[in-house]
Nanobody
Framework: QVQLVESGGGLVQAGGSLRLSCAAS????????MAWFRQAPGKERLFVAS????????YYSDSVKGRFTISRDSAKSTIYLQMNNLKPEDTAVYYC???????????WGNGTLVTVSS
């Protein structure tokens, strides 16, 4: 089992920045990859960015590429999402996900709300 706790959401004006954090606990030695997803009101949960734990390779959706950066602190089993040049369409609940040993996105945090005002 892995437990995930997100933090860092809030209200920001368009063009501003926020940094989200996701701390993992439990079977962190089995982490294969971690990621950020987001879900806007009335819409499905969508992939934002991911990071492979051992290689530190990163992947981004086209909608955030060049604006968002995913990173990790291995010692703290924590990932971050630095979000710059935020747009109103980035407004969503942001969820942290974890994949243990390549088994899929089976672990989720409770989410943190990001609201971008125009």
């Amino acid at each position: 089992q892995v437990q995930l706790v997100e933090s860092g959401g809030g209200l920001v004006q368009a063009g501003g920045s926020l940094r989200l954090s996701c701390a993992a606990s439990g079977r962190t030695f089995s982490l294969y990859r971690m990621a950020w997803f987001r879900q806007a009101p009335g819409k499905e949960r969508l992939f934002v960015a991911s990071l492979r734990w051992r290689s530190n390779n990163t992947y981004y959706s086209d909608s955030v590429k060049g604006r968002f950066t995913i990173s990790r602190d291995s010692a703290k089993s924590t990932i971050y999402l630095q979000m710059n040049n935020l747009k109103p369409e980035d407004t969503a609940v942001y969820y942290c996900g974890a994949d243990i040993s390549g088994g899929g996105w089976n672990y989720w945090g409770n989410g943190t709300l990001v609201t971008v005002s125009s």
